[in-house]
């Protein structure tokens, strides 16, 4: 079954420093996987997603993320924190619904709390 | 392009009640999916539904329904609360023409019950 796994419940950075948001999945087949960030008492906005094209995928406020099939990975960095990041990042991999693959779920990780200090 | 949106905001309800809240889908999409999300938690999807019908479904009890009308809005009910459904409810909404791998979401509800 596919499932992803994020590594940190918490991170903290300073403004001005990178960023480095750790994933890794388990798929038997190439998966479809994105990085939603959800600010407080808001709802969730996609930053980028991967489906097999490019491996590293850039998405919007700066961030990328490079899928590594060699080591299940889907790490999200970005070069320069600043204090708008400051919130809930998940981790997400898409999963057919029936049996028709234009249906898909979506099966969240356990997200990642970025924190940013001045 | 008019977004996803959902009502109410926030609603409070009893322990043993019935609630329904609701979803409208964005422009052009007309697939949506419900889900879950508790206190410190990711989400957890409930159901699917497509041309107003239960497309596929999540680790949710019955007494979590759902209904999609013909402009692909959408309702979710739940019956019989329990303290545990206390949570925030997202609705996100894809088409079938792109593969549903894109699915965006409303701001959602948060639903206490006491």
């Known amino acids: 079954a596919q499932s992803v796994t994020q590594l940190d419940s918490h991170v903290s950075v300073s403004e001005g420093t990178p960023v480095l948001l750790r994933c890794n999945y388990s798929?038997?087949?190439?998966?479809?996987l994105f990085w939603y960030v959800q600010h407080p008492n808001k709802g969730l906005q996609l930053l980028l997603k991967y489906t097999s094209a490019a491996t590293l995928v850039k998405g919007i406020n700066g961030f990328e993320a490079e899928f590594k099939k060699s080591e299940t990975s889907f790490h999200l960095t970005k070069p320069s924190a600043h204090m708008s990041d400051a919130a809930e990042y998940f981790c997400?991999?898409?999963?057919?619904?029936?049996?028709?693959?234009?249906?898909?779920?979506?099966?969240f990780g356990t997200g990642t709390r970025l924190l940013v200090s001045p | 392009e008019t977004g996803v949106t959902q009502s109410p905001t926030h609603l409070i309800k009893t322990r043993g009640q019935q609630v329904t809240l609701r979803c409208s889908s964005q422009?052009?999409?007309?697939?949506v999916s419900w889900y879950q999300q508790a206190l410190g938690q990711g989400p957890q999807f409930i159901f699917q539904y497509y041309r107003e019908e239960e497309n596929g479904r999540g680790n949710f009890p019955p007494r979590f329904s759902g209904l999609q009308f013909p402009n692909y809005s959408s309702e979710l009910n739940v019956n019989a609360l329990e303290l545990d459904d206390s949570a925030l409810y997202l609705c996100?909404?894809?088409?079938?023409?792109?593969?549903?791998?894109?699915?965006?979401f409303g701001p959602g509800t948060r639903l206490t019950v006491t």
């Open positions: 422009s052009g999409h007309n697939t």
């Open positions: 996100a909404s894809s088409s079938d023409r792109t593969g549903a791998y894109e699915q965006y």
């Open positions: 798929s038997s087949y190439s998966p479809s």
């Open positions: 997400v991999v898409s999963l057919r619904v029936g049996l028709n693959t234009g249906f898909q779920k979506l099966v």
